[in-house]
């Protein structure tokens, strides 16, 4: 048995079906980058043929990315595996993931298939796919409700046919730990040709069951394990990325010595990455990247801590990139030491990101006495939004509001290239975001639902910088806005125009 377990992230495929967590191609491209320098082996980039959208973000990823593999996912159709094979072909590593249904239930109700035309439609799809590229998963969906025999029979008939990599999705998270080890005990003795594959498990959280399942599996000998960021996916989610891979850090002798290639350190950055992006934070209590996974609060505890770090440490923040909160910079510090501080946090910025950053920073520095790690993120988080077109920008604003009266606001845009700005008044029974925001649709003269609003404080103190994260809708269209300031009402304001912006884009 081979002790090195494959990551195959779908992040950007079965976490972009989560509610509220599609991303546009910037965002997916942002989440891509990140992912190769978690050192992820494959990245399953979407579903191609599901919209001219997935395709361009499967292919604008297969050509960015380097070193991991990269996947499109496609059912077991001719015209399906097409689509796939054009987005990914430009990879250095391409991957065709093809998938069908093996449950009674799924073959019956919604293959309206038998058993033999499942084998047949499965093994034609991956020697059709096989013509393309050499890499071929075949997923057997529902896998963990099907009848065994039956699905070695299926399994057999893809590796005959050119499959490299058998997944077994519990893709209605109903299987237990202990089930999970029986199916690929027995698959790894039944499946005729096995030796030529590799196994793979795909685990939904319906039952908070993802990564205990995934785990079982590798200890039963699965060499890939499919997971996300955060754990978002389709309902409860998939297997945390983070979760799956720190028990197998931490309990590398439990687990036989398994490991995989993941750079740790790249762990949180990618799961504060997620979040920001899909707008949807993990619970304060989430196992590894929650705010209080490394929070000792009992006083016996930080004592014990103090004394021996292992006393209640099974693993430390350094261990996934939990930068130290050291307070550094002020208002006069300089480039240097700016430039010096987020290379240590990790970021790796161009000259001209560096230069935009540090217009940022002095601007904050203005309005803050010193200047956190947290602060620091949220400046280049900031940046990193304002890569977008800035089609409508805020000029000004001015609002008024109190207890006993109804919320004025006054915003005035700068459009386009143009000089001029315009400018419109609302009042608004909501307070001031919500005057601001009808002023804003005053000007842009159309109407902008608000789906969603959420505000919070990305750092500490009272002059903390809030982040704002709206999810607009107009018509079919959706985007999701974000911002941050030390002014709740700017940010709220800032966020509402880089949503408009991506509609508008
Ligand atoms: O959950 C599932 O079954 C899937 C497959 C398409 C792999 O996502
Ligand atoms: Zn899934």
Known sequence: MSNRIKIFDTTLRDGEQSPGCSMNLHEKLEVAAQLEKLNVD???????????????????????????????????????????????????????????????????????????????????????????????????????????????????????????????????????????????????????????????????????????????????????????INGIGERAGNASLEETVMNLNTRKAYYGGAYCNIDLKQIYRASKLVQRITGVPVAPSKAIVGDNAFAHEAGIHQHGVLENRSTYEIMTPQDIGIPHNKMVLGKHSGRHAFDDRLAELGYRLTKDELDEAFARFKILADKKKVISDGDLEAVVAMKLDESLVQHYKLDNFVVNSGKNITATSTVRLQVGDSEETIEAVSSGEGGPVHASYRAINILLGERIEVEDYSIRAATEGEDAIAEVVVKLRRGDKKATGRASSTDTIEASILAYLNGVNKLWA
Do not use: W
């Open 42 to 228: 494959v990245i399953e980039a979407g579903f191609a043929i599901a919209s001219p959208g997935d395709f361009e973000s499967v292919s604008e990823v297969a050509k960015l990315v380097k070193n991991a593999t990269v996947a499109s996912l496609s059912r077991a159709m001719e015209k399906d595996i097409d689509a796939a094979y054009n987005a990914v072909k430009h990879a250095v590593s391409p991957r065709i993931h093809t998938f069908l249904a093996t449950s009674p239930i799924h073959m019956q109700y919604k293959l309206k298939m038998s058993e033999d035309e499942v084998v047949e439609r499965a093994a034609a799809a991956v020697a059709y796919a096989k013509k393309y590229c050499s890499d071929i998963e075949f997923s057997a969906e529902d896998a963990l409700r099907s009848d065994k025999a039956f699905l070695a029979r299926v399994f057999s008939a893809v590796i005959a046919a050119g499959a490299t990599v058998l997944n077994v999705p519990d893709t209605v998270g109903y299987s237990t730990p202990e089930e999970m080890a029986d199916y690929i005990t027995y698959l790894k003795n039944n499946i005729i040709g096995i030796e030529k594959a590799e196994i793979s498990v795909h685990c939904h959280n319906d039952l908070g069951l993802a990564v205990a399942n995934t785990l079982a599996s590798v200890k039963a000998g699965a060499t890939q394990i499919e997971c996300t």
